[in-house]
């Protein structure tokens, strides 16, 4: 019984492990778009595409992983919990990814480089949804609700970050000459970077709700 108890022990730590290091690679493809599009370095921007390549066979991986577990165990509450919120949490992951992969190909796509004073609110809003991503992969290591909870409850900043940052790009469109394409890739960009916030906000309920089996969709935002 011992031995049993163990082996469930030890898979379901080497699935955290592993889905905190895909976690973090997600952090740092995100992080690696953002600099793509500040330095619009094409050959960067490559390098982040193909990158992507490696958080979909860590979804795959982790996916094929905890369907066994449940399979092979049949658990119950907190050893349940745990595969079926690592299955969520990779595809979560995996879609940040998807989102970095789409940043890195509009900024090849784009005629010109941004200029500074529409670039960096843009990146702005992309360092705090990175901040936020990594934040919840800590808790996830961690296994801190409270963690968890903190990026869930400040969901709305990026949110109204988001709303400001499309008002100046909209507000720039109307004076200035530029092509409007390019212009239509800066909207694109800071609506991925929002959307990976909203990712960050997921992975903090299913965090969450892993650790303490409480659903926070079910709280308040204060």
Not at 32 to 44: C, G
């Amino acid at each position: 019984m011992e031995h049993t108890v163990k082996a469930v022990d030890d898979q379901l730590n080497a699935m955290t492990r592993d889905l905190a290091a895909m976690g973090d690679l997600a952090v740092a493809q995100v992080r690696a778009a953002i600099d793509v599009f500040l330095r619009h370095d094409l050959t960067a921007a490559a390098k982040v595409v193909r990158g992507d390549d490696a958080l979909d066979l860590q979804d795959a991986d982790i996916e094929r992983r905890a369907v066994r577990f449940i399979a092979l165990h049949q658990p119950m509450a907190d050893d349940l919990r745990r595969p079926i919120a690592a299955m969520k949490i990779a595809m979560q992951l995996e879609r940040c990814g998807d989102l970095a992969k789409n940043i890195a190909k509009r900024v090849g796509r784009m005629d010109a480089p941004a200029d500074a004073d529409q670039a960096e609110p843009v990146a702005g809003l992309g360092r705090l949804a990175a901040e936020r991503l990594s934040s919840v992969v800590d808790a996830y290591r961690a296994s801190d609700a409270q963690g968890a909870y903190n990026v869930w409850v400040r969901d709305t900043e990026i949110d109204e970050l988001h709303e400001k940052v499309l008002a100046g790009l909209i507000e720039a469109m109307a004076r200035e000459s530029r092509a409007l394409g390019d212009f239509a890739h800066l909207l694109f960009i800071a609506k991925n970077l929002e959307r990976i916030g909203d990712h960050a906000t997921n992975i903090a309920e299913l965090v969450h709700y892993q650790i303490t089996g409480a659903d926070l969709a079910d709280r308040p935002k204060l």
